[in-house]
């Protein structure tokens, strides 16, 4: 069984960093996928806001998700580089990830990720920018 299988089938149990994070699946397919988490008080950094590194996190995962729902079966990925703009901070409620596929080559793939707060048209929070290898199964 392969991993978006796995998430249909166990969501977030699939995935030890989803469980980590208490990140939820909540759609994928066709180079696209959202997910949705509830910001912890110890996700915040000192000054009291989200840290940093938790919104290019699900932006990565949602963008990585989003990527193997338009590869091959058996095909794997690995992140190149990834670049974050962060627009606003939150302190606390639900954050949701939103990752599209924006172009895939042979070897290598490129994707966006937003996350946005209290929903999927809440103001938009921070952007990720990310490329993929693509490894080819044999």
């Known amino acids: 069984m392969n991993y978006p299988e796995e998430l249909q089938k166990r ?8 469980v980590l994070m208490g990140i939820d699946v909540v759609s994928f397919g066709g180079g696209e996928a959202t997910l949705s988490m509830k910001v912890r008080p110890d996700m915040l950094n000192g000054a009291g ?11 990565d995962e949602a963008m990585a998700l989003a990527l193997l729902t338009a590869l091959d079966e058996g095909d794997q990925i690995a992140t190149i580089s990834e670049t974050t703009s962060y627009f606003r901070g939150v302190r606390s409620g639900r954050i949701v ?8 080559g042979r070897q290598v793939a490129f994707a966006e990720g937003r996350v946005r707060a209290d929903g999927a048209n809440g103001p938009v929070h921070s952007q990720t920018s990310a490329s993929f290898s693509i490894i080819r199964r044999k």
Do not use: D, L
Request: aromatic share 14%; no cysteine.
């Open 11 to 18: 969501g977030r149990e699939a995935n030890p960093f989803f």
């Open 97 to 104: 990830a939103e990752g599209r596929v924006t172009r895939k």
């Open 49 to 59: 806001w989200m840290q940093g590194g938790i919104y290019t996190a699900i932006s």
